[in-house]
């Protein structure tokens, strides 16, 4: 009952955290829109844009800077951590309007099959443990596995 509502709730902070997003990046796009109404336009002030941008930059790497000597790494430690060894990183901004892609995508995808595990979140645990023992006969049929072993998954299944 209390890991129930604990899920619940990091549901619900989720989802108000992707809102509160979205609400950003609506507050970005007004505030460029009263920037060319209220300020004859972008070209005119293009130098305050880039020097907005450029602190915007110099903030998050010393917000990285930060972090990095609190998690005690290096450099070469952050960018080489093992979460994104071999995957491609993309970043978006804007809702995707803007992303760029950084390493390659030789291999797996970063994110797990997100559907599958949202199914076998909402199943019922008794269906769960079914729907594994016909996969274990099916097995056993097969000879895929030996009886020992159908019998000692089984005990496991309904133990747990």
């Known amino acids: 009952?209390?890991?129930?509502?604990?899920?619940s709730d990091s549901v619900?902070?989720?989802v108000m955290m992707a809102y509160m997003v979205l609400v950003l990046h609506l507050l970005l796009i007004?505030?460029?829109?009263?920037?060319?109404?209220?300020?004859?336009?972008?070209?005119?002030?293009m130098i305050w844009i880039f020097l907005g941008g450029a602190a915007a930059i110099i903030v998050s790497g010393y917000h990285f800077y930060i972090r990095m000597?609190?998690?005690g790494k290096n450099l070469r430690e952050m960018v080489y951590s093992p979460l994104?060894?071999?995957?491609?990183?993309?970043v978006s901004i804007l809702g995707g309007m803007a992303t760029f892609k950084i390493g390659n995508d030789s291999n797996l995808p970063a994110l797990p099959d997100t559907i599958?595990?949202?199914l076998n979140l909402l199943e019922d645990p008794?269906?769960?443990?079914?729907?594994e023992l016909s996969e274990l006969v099916r097995m056993l049929e097969n000879d895929l596995i030996t009886l020992e072993e159908f019998n000692s998954v089984k005990r496991q299944l309904f133990n747990s």
Not at 1 to 7: E, G, L, T, V
Not at 35 to 45: A, D, S
Not at 84 to 90: C, I, K, L, Q
């Open 1 to 7: 009952m209390f890991n129930k509502s604990k899920q």
């Open 12 to 14: 619900f902070k989720s």
């Open 30 to 45: 007004a505030g460029l829109g009263l920037l060319v109404l209220f300020f004859r336009g972008v070209m005119q002030y």
């Open 69 to 71: 000597k609190q998690e």
């Open 84 to 90: 994104f060894h071999g995957r491609a990183v993309e």
């Open 116 to 118: 599958t595990t949202a």
């Open 126 to 131: 008794a269906s769960a443990r079914m729907r």
